[in-house]
């Protein structure tokens, strides 16, 4: 396990899951600290073509990644196409590259709104509200390929 995540690493403590109006948390049992906010939910169906993403395009998949980190509650980030090359590390043609592939196997769609570059992920891919939240925040459905 990585260091970087001492919740998972911490195998004698228990938690327990909370919810409030801002999605769920853990909950330590015996100090009743608050950890882990921004959990993110994968359907389990879609992880074959994430497997065969990394695999065939792995620069796409960590382009995918980085929208993961940055989306909002409903699967959507607004951010240039300079930002996004910025921020992720990835050159400017791969990320158009990684971008073309994303959309043509329907994980993202981007659309142009109010002068803004909107990226929205596929809410079949991945969510972050609860369950039983999730289509009626989600932006963009659609099945992947």
Same mark, same amino acid.
């Given at each position: 396990?990585?260091?970087?995540?001492?919740?998972?690493?911490?195998?004698?403590?228990?938690?327990? &899951?909370?919810?409030?109006?801002?999605?769920?948390?853990? #909950? %330590?049992?015996?100090?009743?600290?608050?950890?882990?906010?921004?959990?993110?939910?994968?359907?389990?169906?879609? #992880?074959?073509?994430?497997?065969?993403? #990394?695999?065939?395009?792995?620069?796409?998949?960590?382009?995918?990644?980085?929208?993961? &980190?940055?989306?909002?509650?409903?699967?959507?980030?607004?951010?240039?196409?300079?930002? &996004?090359?910025?921020?992720?590390?990835?050159?400017?043609?791969?990320?158009?590259?990684?971008?073309?592939?994303?959309?043509?196997?329907?994980? #993202?769609?981007?659309?142009?709104?109010?002068?803004?570059?909107?990226?929205?992920?596929?809410?079949?891919?991945?969510?972050?509200?609860?369950?039983? %939240?999730?289509?009626?925040?989600?932006?963009?459905?659609?099945?992947?390929?």
């Amino acid at each position: 396990m990585s260091s970087r995540n001492p919740i998972l690493m911490d195998k004698k403590k228990q938690y327990v &899951v909370g919810n409030n109006e801002s999605g769920q948390f853990l #909950i %330590d049992k015996e100090s009743g600290e608050v950890k882990g906010f921004n959990f993110t939910k994968v359907d389990m169906s879609v #992880i074959p073509s994430l497997y065969r993403l #990394i695999s065939d395009h792995p620069k796409a998949a960590e382009l995918l990644f980085y929208l993961w &980190v940055n989306m909002d509650r409903a699967n959507h980030f607004v951010a240039s196409q300079s930002r &996004v090359v910025s921020e992720s590390g990835l050159s400017k043609s791969t990320v158009i590259r990684s971008k073309r592939v994303l959309e043509s196997r329907n994980y #993202i769609e981007i659309r142009r709104e109010h002068g803004e570059t909107h990226w929205y992920l596929n809410e079949r891919v991945s969510w972050r509200k609860r369950e039983g %939240d999730k289509l009626s925040v989600a932006r963009f459905d659609s099945g992947v390929l």
